[in-house]
């Protein structure tokens, strides 16, 4: 069983409509974060998050610690979120260890 | 400000062929990081650098060494390619107190035929 699970793996939405993005992890974590990587591009850190919620424009990004899980939502999608949307957990060990989940492929159709 | 700049962006290799993949940054980040992205997993860190001239294994170093030339930067070398390490390669930094965030490089797409 992977450490961060993601779910779904891959998600199509109609321009406009709300999103949302689980991700589960199952070790002790110190931070969660959330990134997006466009077709080809490289990674962009969204959230890092280690309680409650935040919000940046249309992305909202909330964590349940007890719970072990964060969802990412998305308002009034548009077709240029259309990205991976990866969930990472930063553990503490000697370094600050950070694992990864599958990614989320989002794609937004105009 | 470039951030994370990687070269190259795309190689081809042939089987037991060596290559350098260079990462540099500009943020004076204490940590630098090597991982590979592979379909379906997530991103799987091979080797870091938590400060300048100290390198430890991430969770697959085989087949790869690395060296933190400075703070600011940080090359990845395969000395025999092989095809499974066929992947895209992501340099990333950060100021390396916990909870830091991370700062990625675009990548490097490689082949190894």
């Known amino acids: 069983k992977n450490e961060v699970e993601q779910s779904p793996q891959n998600l199509t939405a109609q321009e406009g409509e709300f999103i949302t993005i689980n991700c589960s992890y199952s070790?002790?974590?110190?931070?969660l974060h959330w990134l997006q990587q466009h077709p080809g591009g490289g990674i962009v850190s969204l959230f890092m998050?280690?309680?409650g919620k935040k919000k940046h424009g249309r992305l909202i990004a909330t964590i349940n610690i007890q719970e072990k899980h964060s969802s990412l939502h998305i308002t009034a999608s548009h077709p240029r979120d259309s990205a991976v949307y990866i969930c990472?957990?930063?553990?503490?060990?000697?370094?600050?260890?950070?694992?990864f989940g599958p990614g989320t492929s989002l794609s937004v159709i105009p | 400000n470039a951030g994370v700049t990687q070269t190259p962006k795309f190689q081809v290799l042939k089987t037991g062929q060596s290559m350098t993949l260079q990462c540099a940054q500009d943020?004076?980040?204490?940590?630098m990081y090597w991982y590979r992205q592979d379909p379906g997993m997530g991103l799987r860190l091979i080797y870091y650098?938590?400060?300048?001239?100290?390198?430890d294994k991430g969770e697959v170093p085989n087949g790869y060494n690395v060296s933190r030339l400075n703070k600011r930067e940080f090359s990845l070398r395969l000395e025999s390619a092989a095809p499974s390490q066929t992947s895209v390669y992501f340099c990333?930094?950060?100021?390396?107190?916990?909870?830091?965030?991370?700062?990625f490089g675009n990548g490097t797409r490689l082949t190894v035929t």
């Open positions: 990333a930094s950060s100021q390396g107190r916990y909870n830091s965030p991370l700062h």
């Open positions: 070790v002790g974590i110190s931070a």
């Open positions: 998050l280690s309680s």
């Open positions: 990472a957990v930063s553990v503490k060990t000697s370094y600050d260890k950070v694992i």
């Open positions: 943020m004076n980040h204490n940590s």
């Open positions: 650098s938590a400060s300048e001239g100290t390198t």
